[in-house]
């Protein structure tokens, strides 16, 4: 009679007990989706970078997150559009790059978090009220802030062309209409070359067919060196710009490292592929529940310098042995 009794309190509790258990194994953890859109592919080490920093934070892709890889055209109008579609699926956080991704984000979505990557002056850009405090729902990891990396892009520049007066600066028009905190930036720009007594003429292009047009321009003018202002739609056209550079006879900077592969002078910038790792750092934080207005942005640590020899020779011109000395990459 005791076995009998033992036997049915033993059923009792399973029952009690397991039907809750079973009813639980039946709804999985929800795994969270994350909406990373891009203004163009360049290069994929900065979704490579990205997806890396998220493994060694223990998140794998398919498994424990879900990633929605979005890639525009170069357009601020294709970045809305594909910002509008995350939003509908919808995500749990945006992670977006460059200055078109987030601004188009935050047009999209005031709730859902939004981390942006390798922006120029996120204030400056309206997306966050300061760099310590964002407010909103936007925060991230910023490549730049004002006039001194303005300055030490040109000043590199000159530096590789000793005596040069005067330099073109080739600008995106559509993409400074679009993003009217970009004027302010190529106003900075014209502010630093006063400075250092450098005769700067902007050259605006709004379509690809236009660059060849702009380059004349620049040569006529008597253009010695270019510095480019960047813009997705300069990436997305960096062979080009390196052709028509080099047929023009005229040294150049850049942002992009990818450019100078490419057989681009030079290009400095943050380090790209640290920064998009640092971005999945901002993932992790606000999947674990910290807000994006309490999580200050970051600015980076690290700055590349990266010179190709190859084009030098090509163009005449022998970089001081004090620059090659501080570059941190030298393509022969």
Same mark, same amino acid.
Request: with cysteine.
């Given at each position: 009679?005791?076995?009998?009794?033992?036997?049915?309190?033993?059923?009792?509790?399973?029952?009690?007990?397991?039907?809750?258990?079973?009813?639980?194994?039946?709804?999985?953890?929800?795994?969270?989706?994350?909406g990373?859109?891009?203004?163009?592919?360049?290069?994929?080490?900065?979704?490579?970078?990205?997806? @890396? %920093?998220?493994?060694?934070?223990?998140y794998?892709?398919?498994?424990?997150?879900?990633? $929605?890889?979005?890639c525009?055209?170069?357009?601020?109008a294709?970045?809305? @559009?594909?910002?509008? $579609?995350?939003?509908?699926l919808?995500?749990?956080?945006?992670?977006? %790059?460059?200055?078109?991704?987030?601004?188009? /984000?935050?047009?999209?979505?005031?709730?859902?978090?939004?981390?942006?990557?390798? +922006?120029?002056? !996120?204030?400056?850009?309206?997306l +966050?009220?300061?760099?310590?405090?964002?407010?909103?729902?936007?925060?991230?990891?910023?490549?730049?802030?004002?006039?001194?990396?303005?300055?030490?892009?040109?000043?590199?520049?000159?530096?590789?062309?000793?005596?040069?007066?005067?330099?073109?600066?080739?600008?995106?028009?559509?993409?400074?209409?679009?993003? !009217?905190?970009? /004027? =302010?930036?190529?106003?900075?720009? $014209?502010?630093? /070359?006063?400075? &250092?007594?450098?005769?700067?003429?902007?050259?605006?292009?709004?379509?690809?067919?236009?660059?060849?047009?702009?380059?004349?321009?620049?040569? =006529?003018?008597?253009?010695?060196?270019?510095?480019?202002?960047?813009? !997705?739609?300069?990436?997305?056209?960096? =062979?080009?710009? +390196?052709?028509?550079?080099?047929?023009?006879? &005229?040294?150049?900077?850049?942002?992009?490292?990818?450019? +100078?592969?490419?057989?681009g002078? *030079?290009?400095? #910038? /943050?380090?790209?592929?640290?920064?998009?790792?640092?971005?999945?750092?901002?993932?992790?934080?606000?999947?674990k529940?910290t807000? !994006?207005?309490?999580?200050?942005?970051?600015?980076? *640590?690290?700055?590349?310098?990266?010179? #190709?020899?190859?084009?030098?020779?090509?163009?005449?011109?022998?970089?001081?042995?004090? &620059?090659?000395?501080?570059?941190?990459?030298?393509?022969?």
């Amino acid at each position: 009679m005791r076995d009998n009794t033992v036997g049915l309190v033993v059923t009792l509790v399973l029952l009690l007990c397991g039907a809750p258990l079973a009813a639980h194994a039946q709804q999985p953890a929800k795994v969270p989706r994350i909406g990373y859109l891009r203004p163009i592919l360049v290069s994929p080490c900065r979704n490579n970078a990205f997806a @890396e %920093g998220l493994r060694d934070l223990g998140y794998v892709e398919g498994d424990n997150i879900v990633i $929605e890889w979005r890639c525009g055209d170069g357009t601020p109008a294709r970045q809305r @559009e594909l910002a509008l $579609e995350l939003v509908q699926l919808p995500v749990d956080v945006f992670v977006a %790059g460059a200055a078109d991704g987030p601004l188009a /984000a935050m047009q999209a979505t005031r709730t859902i978090p939004i981390v942006f990557v390798a +922006v120029v002056d !996120p204030v400056a850009m309206g997306l +966050v009220a300061s760099l310590a405090r964002p407010g909103g729902n936007v925060t991230g990891v910023t490549n730049q802030v004002g006039l001194e990396f303005l300055t030490k892009r040109l000043q590199l520049l000159l530096e590789a062309v000793p005596g040069v007066t005067r330099v073109a600066a080739l600008q995106h028009g559509a993409f400074v209409r679009a993003l !009217p905190a970009r /004027a =302010r930036q190529q106003h900075a720009v $014209e502010e630093v /070359a006063r400075s &250092l007594g450098i005769h700067l003429q902007i050259v605006e292009v709004d379509a690809a067919d236009e660059l060849e047009g702009a380059f004349t321009a620049m040569t =006529r003018e008597g253009a010695e060196a270019l510095f480019v202002l960047n813009s !997705p739609f300069f990436g997305a056209h960096g =062979r080009r710009i +390196v052709e028509l550079a080099a047929t023009h006879r &005229l040294p150049c900077i850049y942002e992009d490292r990818s450019v +100078v592969v490419a057989g681009g002078l *030079m290009s400095y #910038n /943050a380090d790209e592929a640290a920064v998009y790792r640092r971005a999945a750092s901002y993932v992790d934080r606000i999947l674990k529940g910290t807000k !994006p207005a309490d999580l200050p942005v970051e600015q980076p *640590m690290k700055f590349e310098l990266v010179i #190709n020899l190859k084009t030098a020779q090509a163009l005449g011109i022998t970089i001081p042995p004090s &620059l090659l000395f501080q570059a941190d990459e030298v393509i022969k």
